[in-house]
C-alpha cells in the first residue's frame, strides 16, 4: 500500500484507522520520520516545502496509541507516545533529563542538555540543544545550531499547510528566546537573548539610512536583537515589542569567530 496515499485517505475518513492495514501505514510513516527519512518540511533547490500528509500522518499517529505507564528509575510518566532509544548508536549525546520523543528525528553528533525535543522535529548534525530549550512538533533545526538555555522553539501539526519553524545551519539562538508560528531564521544568523519572533513581529533593519521591516523571517548572517517601536492605540501611545538587525556576520571569517565579534561589536547577551 502507497503510504501516501493511505493517510489521504484514511484523514478523509477516520473509520479506516481500524483497518490494520492503515495502521501500519501510519506507523510505517512514523518509523520514517524517527529515522530522518521523511520531514514534515524539506528544503528544496526552491524553497522550503510543507509535506502535509507527513504532518497528516503525526496527527494521525495518536489516536492508535494508547496511554501506558512508563518507569524510569523512581520516576513516571503516563503518556501515549514511545520515547527515542538507542542513543549510543546514533551517535547522541543525551544528559539526564533530556528527553525526544520517538518520531522526532535526533542526527548524529547532536547534544541534548536537559531538554525537550516532540514528535515530528527534525534536529540535524552537531546542534546543540541546551538546558531547558524546547524544540516543538515538526520543527525543522539545521547542522550545527546553537539552541540556549530555555530557547522555545515552537511546534505546528495544525493547520496542515502552515510551515513549521525553521532555523538553518549555522544560526545562534540565545537565551530564552522565542520562536513560534513559522517563523525561519535563516543561516548563521544570530538572535541575542530574550528575542520573541511570531508571525506579526516587525522585525526592523536599523543598519541602513532608513529602517527596513519585515516579518516571518530573520535573514542569513543577521545580527538581532529585542527592541520596541511606538505604535498608537485609542487609549495612546505605546511601545510594542519588536526585533532589530543591528549587523551580520561576516563571511569572510570563521563561523565561530564571526559569531563572537558579531556579539562583542553589538554587545548582544546570550
Not at 56 to 77: N, S, T
Not at 112 to 125: C, E, F, K, T
Request: with cysteine; glycine share 10%; charged share 25%.
Amino acid at each position: 500500500m502507497n503510504h501516501q496515499a493511505a493517510i489521504e485517505e484514511v484523514w478523509d475518513n477516520r473509520e479506516l484507522l481500524k483497518d490494520t492495514s492503515y495502521q501500519e501505514a501510519i506507523n510505517s510513516t512514523i518509523d520514517k520520520i524517527d529515522l530522518g527519512e521523511l520531514r514534515c518540511a524539506e528544503p528544496t533547490p526552491d524553497g522550503w516545502q510543507v509535506n502535509e500528509w507527513v504532518k497528516k500522518a503525526v496527527v494521525l499517529y495518536f489516536p492508535l496509541r494508547e496511554m501506558e505507564v512508563i518507569e524510569v528509575g523512581p520516576f513516571e510518566f503516563h503518556d501515549k507516545m514511545k520515547l527515542k532509544t538507542g542513543y549510543r548508536e546514533k551517535g547522541v549525546r543525551v544528559v539526564p533529563h533530556a528527553i525526544a520523543r520517538y518520531g522526532s528525528f535526533v542526527a548524529r553528533g547532536v547534544v541534548m542538555m536537559p531538554s525537550y525535543v516532540n514528535i515530528g522535529a527534525y534536529v540535524d548534525r552537531d546542534t546543540m540543544v541546551d538546558t531547558w530549550a524546547t524544540v516543538g512538533s515538526c520543527a525543522q533545526i539545521g547542522k550545527g545550531v546553537h539552541l540556549s538555555g530555555g530557547v522555545g522553539v515552537g511546534g505546528v501539526l495544525e493547520p496542515l499547510q502552515a510551515a513549521p519553524v525553521i532555523i538553518e545551519d549555522g544560526a545562534f539562538i540565545g537565551s530564552r528566546c522565542i520562536v513560534v508560528e513559522g517563523v525561519k531564521i535563516g543561516k548563521e544568523a544570530v538572535l541575542g537573548a530574550n528575542v520573541v519572533l511570531t508571525k506579526s513581529t516587525h522585525i526592523i533593519d536599523v543598519t541602513k539610512d532608513e529602517p527596513e521591516t519585515i516579518k516571518g523571517e530573520v535573514p542569513a548572517r543577521s545580527v538581532v536583537i529585542p527592541g520596541s517601536y511606538t505604535k498608537k492605540f485609542p487609549a495612546g501611545e505605546y511601545q510594542v515589542p519588536c526585533a532589530l538587525i543591528i549587523g551580520r556576520r561576516k563571511e569572510s571569517t570563521d563561523l565561530k569567530t564571526s559569531l563572537n565579534e558579531a556579539l562583542r561589536t553589538h554587545s548582544v547577551a546570550v
